[in-house]
């Protein structure tokens, strides 16, 4: 093995890091760039980056986790993790996507900086898990190979020849850890014929991609077999700049790391690779297959979730978030309806869902990654209708949030409260303002060019209508005079 320092203290609470980078092109159209799966709340106990959190929250064996996320996620990162009740020791904010080598280093070397005898928990922030003490059981059985300088890895118990994931091949068990293993090799996606034959095998795993490590040591191996991304990733954090609650990698520096994943940069060349098997009801919910077989179906083998009636159907996702969808007489479909799109697609092609997002972005649709919700630091807004000189909107304020003092050249705007008790701040300039506080049912206007701001002071949601009028209604049509979150 590589010659590297063993922890002195394997028994120091382990640090999670949770990588909430995908896109889940694969879930579309729930799932876009602008709002992947993470945040969605797919399986009806919270979104799947606060499932992940609360997987690893006994602080008898964890600390306080670290997130790394894309800058452009980092107030919904934010937002779930408050209503979680999770506080995370940092959040910290890639300026573009490398995949999670890159991500890894920066953990790494992070955690290293507060403990050089850290362990650390790598995660993926969208994968599901239906028994989730069995994976803190796991990582308890792994603590010991990974502080004697393994890289462990959670090998799932294969239980179908599934060609949509890697596979591990499980060696010898390792010295150190009773029930861990050495890793032979690691095995691309195979083709079924392949995949059955594995599963005959029974050395098999499933590669979950989750990984349990001292932070020297994945620090080191990533050193050692891509130097390139070590040095990007310590040019990035000695570059780092504070935003709030906020660690925003140097976008320069981090640029530079080449985009690959920790698997391809690190765990098929080590000779560190170690595997724990485990069944904590593992799925990566990487495809509306994967979702289909999660939920909870009816005798005809159909998921109905939403607003979804299913008539002389079998074998079905029906999956609504917007308006009543209806099948009658089909199967093997995967029906998905958001407010703005509909996915229709054969239950076989799961996998191939990106080809729909592909040829969306070749055609410039913005539902290929725009999602009809827009996160704010302080809320959400969703479109309702537009046309010819109009817009309505729902616009959603958290508790304690307050939009940016601004005024519009080309817009007036008529809100009305549907929702919790507004505060509304407006004057026809800086130094002619008036606050009133508006109660549910009442409304008021926003003249073209007045200075206004919507804010919530309270401990509940605040919701309104807003209907814009005028010759030209872009997002960019603000001009902001002062803002709580440093936009300018």
């Known amino acids: 093995m590589s010659d590297l320092p063993t922890p002195v203290r394997p028994t120091a609470p382990i640090v999670p890091v949770i990588l909430s980078g995908g896109a889940g092109t694969r879930l579309w159209p729930l799932s876009r760039a602008d709002h992947p799966k993470q945040f969605l709340d797919l399986l009806g106990d919270g979104t799947m980056l606060q499932a992940t959190a609360r997987r690893v929250a006994d602080p008898a064996v964890f600390g306080p986790p670290i997130v790394i996320a894309n800058v452009e996620h980092r107030f919904l990162v934010a937002e779930q993790l408050q209503e ?103 095995v691309e996606k195979p083709d079924a014929a392949t995949a059955a034959a594995y599963l005959a095998d029974g050395r098999y795993l499933w590669n979950s991609g989750n990984f349990l490590a001292a932070a020297a040591t994945l620090a080191g ?67 509306f297959a994967s979702l289909w077989a999660l939920a909870a179906r009816d005798p005809a083998g159909n998921a109905l979730v939403g607003d979804a009636v299913a008539v002389d159907t079998r074998n079905c996702l029906v999956h609504s978030t917007g308006p009543l969808v209806a099948t009658l007489g089909v199967s093997d479909l995967m029906v998905v309806a958001t407010p703005d799109a509909v996915l229709v697609a ?36 969703r479109t309702l209708d537009i046309g010819p000189g109009f817009q309505v909107k729902q616009i959603r304020v958290n508790p304690g949030g307050r939009l940016s003092l601004q005024s519009h ?28 506080d508006l109660a549910i049912n009442r409304s008021i206007d926003i003249p073209l ?7 919530n002071p309270s401990d509940t949601p605040v919701a309104i209508i807003e209907v814009q009028s005028g010759g030209y209604l872009g997002e960019d049509d603000i001009e902001r005079y002062d803002d709580a979150y440093g936009r300018g």
């Open 346 to 381: 054969d239950a076989r092609r799961a996998q191939d869902v990106k080809s729909v997002v592909d040829r969306l972005r070749s055609e410039g649709r913005a539902e290929a990654d725009g999602h009809p919700e827009v996160h704010r630091p302080w809320g959400s807004y």
């Open 449 to 455: 060019g007045w200075v206004h701001r919507l804010e």
């Open 84 to 186: 979680a009740g999770i506080r995370p020791r940092a959040i910290v904010l890639e300026p573009e996507g490398r995949n999670s080598a890159p991500a890894a280093a920066i953990a790494a070397l992070h955690a290293m900086a507060v403990d050089p005898d850290a362990l650390i928990l790598l995660l993926a922030a969208d994968h599901a898990m239906s028994r989730p003490a069995a994976f803190v059981e796991a990582v308890q059985r792994a603590r010991p190979a990974a502080a004697a300088g393994s890289i462990v890895t959670f090998g799932i118990r294969p239980d179908r020849p599934e060609t949509g994931y890697g596979y591990v091949l499980a060696g010898r068990e390792h010295p150190e850890a009773r029930g861990v293993h050495g890793v032979d090799r690691f």
């Open 409 to 436: 050249r080309h817009r007036a705007e008529h809100w009305v409260v549907i929702e919790g008790t507004a505060r509304v701040t407006r004057g026809p300039d800086r130094d002619r303002l008036e606050t009133v």
């Open 221 to 287: 191996e990533i050193a050692r077999f891509a130097p390139e991304i070590d040095a990007a990733a310590r040019a990035a954090l000695a570059g780092a700049a504070r935003d709030l609650d906020f660690e925003r990698l140097d976008p320069a520096a981090f640029g530079r790391a080449p985009a690959i994943s920790i698997d391809y940069a690190v765990m098929e060349k080590t000779d560190r690779a170690a595997v724990v098997p485990c069944d904590p009801g593992w799925s990566d919910v990487g495809s």
